[in-house]
C-alpha cells in the first residue's frame, strides 16, 4: 500500500486557517453545543477549525506507509466490508475503497462529512454517514475491519464506543485505532508536554490490554513540503505557548521538513 500522491494544494499558508464558527471546544460530556452534531460528540478542533492546514498534515504524516504495512501484516481489509471511524473529510476512504468490498465513513461533524461526501461521490462502494463511535448508523455484525485514526479512542472513557465496535463486528473481525505514542519521539515529547492532562502512555496501554487489546508500536514522521507547512501544523496540533516551544527546539536543532513522529496501533480480533 503505497502512500498517495501528493496534489496541488491551493491556499496554503505558513500560519493556521482562520479560526471558523464553529462547535465549542469544551471537552464536557453532554449535550452538543452546536445543533449539527449529535450528543456525545467529541470536539476536534484541529480539523474542526483548520481544516486546510490539516489536509497537509494528512499528506506530511507517514510518508513510508509504516502504518498501513503494519496493519496490512495484521490482516489488513482487502475485499471486506471497512467501517472508517470518525473519517473526518474522507482522506483515508478512497484508500481504503482500492481494495476493499466496501467503505462506510462515520463522521459527526456536519462540514466535515459533506467534504467526505463530496471528495468520494465518483468512488465506488463509499458510503458516509452521520454518527458517533457510541452510536453507528449500522446492523449489527455487518463490518469487518473497523480503521480509527485519532478518533474518539483515547483511552478511558471510551467504553460505550468500544461496545458499539463489538456490536457491529462480524465474527473474525479486525479493529485498528491509530494514536499516539506520547512516550517516545520528538512529536511525542512535544504532545506530553502540551496535553499533560491526556492519560499518560502506560494508563492507556493498561486500558488496552484490559479490554483485549494489543499493541503494535510503529515509529514514522512527518515529512513536509515547506517550513511553513510544518509550522502552521504544529500550532494547529498543540496549544501555543506548547507549539511555540516546540518550534523554537526545532528551529535550534537545525530546523527542516521532518519530524520524528510515534504512533500506537492498537487492534484487537471480534
Known sequence: MGRPARHPRRDRRADPDPRRPGPALSTTPGPPAHPGLPEGTRPSPNIW????????????FDPDGLVEAAIERLG????????????GTGFHLG????????????EPHPDLRAIATRRTRRTAGVTVLGGTAQALPLPDASIDVVHARWAYFFGPGCEPGLAELARVARPGAAA??????ASRSTFGAWFARGFPEHPAPEVKREFWAAHGWRREPVLTRWSFDSPADLEAVVRIELPGPAAEQALAEHRAAGGGTE???AVDVWWRRF
Request: hydrophobic share 35%; charged share 25%; aromatic share 8%.
Open 259 to 261: 519530524v520524528e513522529y
Open 95 to 106: 484508500r481504503l475503497a482500492r481494495t476493499a468490498a466496501s467503505v462506510t465513513g462515520v
Open 49 to 60: 477549525h483548520h481544516t486546510d492546514t490539516y489536509e497537509v498534515e494528512n499528506h506530511a
Open 76 to 87: 489488513g481489509w482487502a475485499g471486506r466490508d471497512v467501517l472508517d471511524l470518525g473519517c
Open 176 to 181: 485498528y485505532v491509530i494514536d499516539n505514542d
